[in-house]
């Protein structure tokens, strides 16, 4: 994991195109990209659900992702993203950081003090594990 950090920090009230940017901070940070390889959620086309125009532009990488509510008794391991409600931005806003074993480990605003309620978990997934490791 690459510390990258947000460059936009409007909320949801802001134009499309010029709200925050937390998640492709995040996501940059955890496949330690520079930011501006990762597709910025906000612009992406409109005729189709922004997570699977997420979930398509990972797969390049041998990846996918899933979301899972916090609604019950489960463990993560390994990097995931966590969506939280924003003590900075109006209304309880989502604010996206990097959590590693369900801990916050990067928050990518630079000018973040404390994070509320953990509202999911977006966890990566590999598209063919047998890929991960060479064969013998």
């Not at 496949?31 to 979930?55: A, G, K, S, T």
Request: hydrophobic share 40%; glycine share 8%; aromatic share 10%.
């Amino acid at each position: 994991m690459k510390k990258v950090y947000q460059t936009k920090f409007r909320g949801i009230d802001a134009p499309v195109g010029e709200r925050g940017n937390c998640w492709q901070a995040a996501v940059a940070s955890i496949l330690e990209l520079p930011l501006e390889e990762v597709p910025d959620i906000q612009v992406y086309d409109e005729d189709m659900h922004w997570f699977d125009q997420f979930r398509e532009w990972l797969q390049h990488y041998g990846l996918s992702a899933i979301g899972l509510s916090t609604g019950g008794n489960i463990t993560i391991q390994g990097y995931h993203l966590m969506e939280c409600k924003s003590t900075t931005l109006n209304n309880g806003e989502l604010h996206v950081v990097v959590g590693l074993n369900q801990e916050v480990i990067h928050d990518p605003n630079p000018n973040a003090n404390t994070l509320g309620e953990v509202v999911d978990y977006i966890v990566f997934t590999a598209l063919n594990p047998a890929h991960l490791y060479p064969h013998q």
